[in-house]
């Protein structure tokens, strides 16, 4: 089964940084056809999503306000990944990061149905 798998994640300081990569799992399916969103969840909270781009030449870009000026969201798509570049770090941020596939990115997030199904995820955590 063609999935989405998270990685990157680790324990940084307050101010840190860290790049996520969410990948493809299996054969045949390309990113970049998809509009991809970064989730991030905590314990005893929903899922929420972070960030999320679009498809195409512009692949359009959309922050949730906790990212903004700190999260960058982008594609490689000859490596057929999306990374989620994380830069000053700070406790608010550490979570279970997940990707999840949909149809596109507008402001105010991915609209439409999400494809396939949640991932392990990968942990952010912030060292004191």
């Known amino acids: 089964q063609v999935q989405l798998v998270e990685s990157g994640g680790g324990s940084v300081q307050p101010g840190g940084s860290l790049r996520l990569s969410c990948e493809v799992s299996?054969?045949?399916?390309?990113?970049?056809?998809?509009?991809v969103g970064w989730f991030r969840q905590v314990p005893g909270k929903e899922r929420a999503e972070v960030a999320c781009?679009?498809?195409?030449?512009?692949?359009?870009?959309y922050y949730e306000d906790p990212a903004k000026a700190r999260f960058t969201i982008s594609r490689d798509n000859a490596k057929n990944t999306v990374y989620l570049e994380m830069t000053n770090l700070n406790p608010e941020d550490p979570a279970v990061y997940y990707c999840?596939?949909?149809?596109?990115?507008?402001?105010?997030?991915?609209?439409?149905?999400?494809?396939?199904?949640w991932g392990q995820g990968t942990q952010v955590t912030i060292s004191s």
């Open positions: 999840r596939r949909g149809l596109e990115c507008r402001p105010g997030g991915q609209s439409g149905p999400l494809f396939g199904s």
């Open positions: 299996g054969s045949g399916m390309l990113l970049d056809r998809y509009a």
């Open positions: 781009i679009g498809t195409g030449a512009t692949s359009n870009t």
